[in-house]
């Protein structure tokens, strides 16, 4: 009985880690022009592909997380909230290892409307 409960205490940590941003610099926002390439409406967090052309025009591939799908959906977002080919301007905090991987804090459309998130786990 010790042992199980010594697991599911362990389990538990794991999962716990698992939602944190540690891995996000939240000390600086970077803000990009992109265009959507994908979006996957997941738990627990959902998923923006994007294209980001850098200063010589080169187009850099990059990965967003959101907060959840069931929190997005309270937001009122869909699985059709974000397409293919949306042009969009995406803010975050990027990943503290150097990869192409941000935190999403804000997402504006082209007109310049934000389209509301809740950012927590």
């Known amino acids: 009985m010790k042992n199980i409960l010594l697991t599911l205490i362990a389990v538990a940590g794991l999962a716990n880690a698992h ?63 974000l397409e293919p080919g949306n042009e969009v301007t995406i803010s975050g905090y990027r990943a503290q290892s150097g990869v192409r991987v941000l935190r999403i804090t804000k997402i504006l459309s082209p007109n310049g409307t934000e389209i509301k998130i809740d950012s927590g786990n």
Do not use: C, Y
Request: proline share 2%.
């Open 19 to 81: 939602h944190g941003w540690a891995a996000f610099d939240s000390k600086s926002t970077v803000t990009f022009q992109s265009t959507v390439t994908e979006f996957r409406f997941l738990n627990p967090h959902s998923v923006v592909e994007f294209d980001v052309k850098d200063d010589h025009g080169q187009v850099q591939k990059w990965q967003g997380e959101l907060t959840s799908a069931s929190r997005l959906s309270a937001k009122g977002w869909t699985a059709t909230t």
